[in-house]
């Protein structure tokens, strides 16, 4: 059985991780951060405009968000294209990995505070089952959620599918090293696609020279809200070994 999260809410109903000593989003607009940090940090917008159909893998699925604000946008810009109804080749792929999930009705209580993601949320409460470990495959419409319920080393050991966008997202380095280790960082490294992109709300020094270390290209940008800054980063193709340093 996999092992609960342990939470406290914060009055704007902002989840709380007493385990790792941090919040699960921005207490501003954990929606805003969302879109700012890896929606815009890998230019998935564009992506998606341009007919590109990026597989988006996740450190750290949490209470959703990142997931739903995703299918959001997705849906928006896809759509967009030519005014109709998605094709197959327009679906969306996600995959992530929690090792702590939330039961049903915390997952609802996070959600909570963005009623445009609401009736996403609900499909995605239904469909909810913490209780499973390991690789458990979601449907919606158009939308593919590939989620292992466990250890992230475990779940980059058996990717199903090759990242072309990561969103890393574990909680504190400083509480949560496990989740920005060296090791980890190859994997992420070694299931990515040549040019597959990477976003983080964090630019902590070490964690940056991890990922440089696994191969990525590495670059701050201004962070969200009083965040002073972030990371964005790229795999080279195979054929280049030099890595950029910031």
Request: include cysteine; charge should be negative; aromatic fraction near 10%.
């Amino acid at each position: 059985m996999p092992k609960q999260p342990e939470l406290v809410w914060l009055d704007n109903l902002t989840p709380k991780s007493t385990r790792f000593d941090d919040t699960y989003y921005s207490r501003t607009d954990g929606l805003e951060e969302t879109r700012y940090v890896f929606l815009d940090g890998n230019g998935l917008p564009d992506r998606w405009w341009a007919g590109d159909n990026p597989v988006i893998g996740e450190l750290g699925f949490g209470t959703g968000l990142n997931f739903l604000a995703t299918w959001l946008a997705h849906g928006s810009a896809v759509q967009g294209l030519d005014g109709s109804a998605r094709s197959a080749q327009q679906s969306l792929t996600f995959v992530s990995v929690e090792k702590y999930p939330m039961d049903r009705m915390s997952l609802l209580t996070a959600l909570s505070p963005w009623e445009i993601l609401h009736p996403l949320a609900n499909q995605l409460a239904a469909a909810w089952q913490p209780e499973q470990a390991g690789w458990q495959a979601l449907s919606f419409d158009g939308v593919r959620l590939l989620l292992y319920i466990g250890d992230a080393v475990d779940a980059l050991a058996t990717m199903p599918v090759a990242v072309d966008a990561w969103y890393l997202d574990g909680f504190n380095p400083k509480t949560n090293p496990d989740l920005w280790s060296g090791a980890l960082m190859q994997a992420v490294f070694d299931a990515s696609t040549d040019h597959a992109t990477l976003a983080s709300y964090t630019a902590a020094g070490w964690v940056r020279r991890n990922l440089q270390a696994a191969g990525f290209s590495i670059a701050k940008r201004k962070g969200f809200g009083h965040k002073r800054d972030m990371i964005t980063g790229c795999k080279p193709p195979s054929s280049l070994s030099s890595h950029s340093e910031k």
